[in-house]
């Protein structure tokens, strides 16, 4: 939590908080129990956790992701989960961009000919321009849009796919909108996931995406985890039947060391960190904070909320027994 954040706390009468460096599902377990409001980033919270709270009130997420947070129990008592809205897209748009421009430029290994006195090997890197090359974005939310943003300032040529926009949504940001995706995988120079992870996306991106893409074609994933068939991508990366992968989530994190995707040579990795930068990181925890508080006093911006339906749903359930 970013210290401007706790301060917001300090400053609260009448409340108190305990910050847990290491919430694990024992410790979680143990102060619910006696809790009327959590904040939680990324560890992961067990559901009979939740389902023995019996004075919480609000779960603010320390972000816009909640795959940490089961909603069952939530819903079922009425119970609130909000997000942090808008605060991130930035970050994590940049990080992005940050992905593919080390691909192309074959940032890691213009690194390690320096530092390892390979000058000469300057004439066999062959970093490649962003500049006219084909970037087809999988969804077109805020990410998505602030990458395209970004990538027509490079003088890429942006497409996008999103079942659930209206094309004339992508062209309002110099977007062309695709409907067929997959038979536009032969076409893309650079493919960027804004995805969320459910049952229609989960691996997704698999054996058939991979072996339709250019064989100098680019993954980008700074969405979810589980997006793709990882095991199909350490093959394909090693067979040399893409160009490269920038990843900064994984299906299992901490990314396990024997991962091939660790050992291969044409990914860039990052610990989902897109994020996380100073700025952000400070953005996110303020407006956790706020949706914290809020929740408490009666007052959150249901837009922030994740369960808005269900909890509503509940409530009505509740009026009419």
């Known amino acids: 939590m970013h210290p401007d954040a706790l301060a917001i706390l300090d400053r609260q009468r009448g409340l108190t908080y305990e910050a847990m460096p290491d919430p694990t599902p024992e410790l979680l377990r143990e102060r619910l129990t006696a809790a009327d409001g959590l904040l939680i980033r990324t560890a992961p919270v067990p559901e009979d956790a939740l389902s023995d709270a019996k004075r919480l009130r609000i779960v603010s997420r320390h972000g816009v992701g909640y795959d940490n947070v089961p909603l069952a129990p939530l819903n079922a008592a009425g119970i609130p989960l909000a997000v942090v809205g808008d605060v991130n897209s930035g970050a994590v748009a940049e990080h992005a961009l940050w992905l593919m421009l080390m691909l192309a430029k074959k940032g890691r290994a213009q690194d390690a000919a320096v ?20 970037l087809l974005l999988m969804g077109f939310g805020k990410i998505a849009a602030g990458v395209a943003r970004r990538a027509r300032a490079f003088g890429m040529q942006v497409f996008a796919y999103d079942p659930y926009l209206e094309p004339r949504v992508m062209e309002d940001h110099d977007v ?5 995706w997959r038979a ?3 076409d893309a120079d650079f493919i960027s996931l804004h995805l969320p992870r459910t049952e229609q996306t989960e691996g997704l991106i698999g054996v058939t995406e991979l072996t339709a893409m250019k064989d100098k074609a680019f993954l980008i994933n ?3 985890g589980g997006l793709i068939d990882e095991a199909a991508l350490a093959e394909a990366l090693e067979e040399g039947r893409i160009g490269g992968a920038g990843l900064d989530t994984f ?4 990314l396990p060391f024997e991962s ?3 050992h291969s040579d044409r990914i860039v990795l990052s610990p989902h960190s897109a994020a996380l930068t100073q700025e952000c990181m400070r953005r996110m925890g303020i407006a956790a904070v706020k949706n914290l508080l809020d929740g408490l006093e009666g007052r959150l911006d249901s837009a922030l909320v994740v369960n808005s339906e269900a909890i509503g749903h509940t409530e009505s359930q509740r009026a009419s027994d």
């Open 115 to 134: 530092r390892e006195g390979k000058w000469e090997s300057r004439d066999r890197l062959n970093a490649i321009e962003l500049e006219g090359k084909i």
């Open 176 to 180: 062309k909108s695709v409907s067929d």
């Open 184 to 186: 536009f995988l032969h």
């Open 222 to 224: 700074t969405a979810r």
């Open 251 to 254: 299906d299992k994190e901490p």
């Open 260 to 262: 091939a995707l660790i």
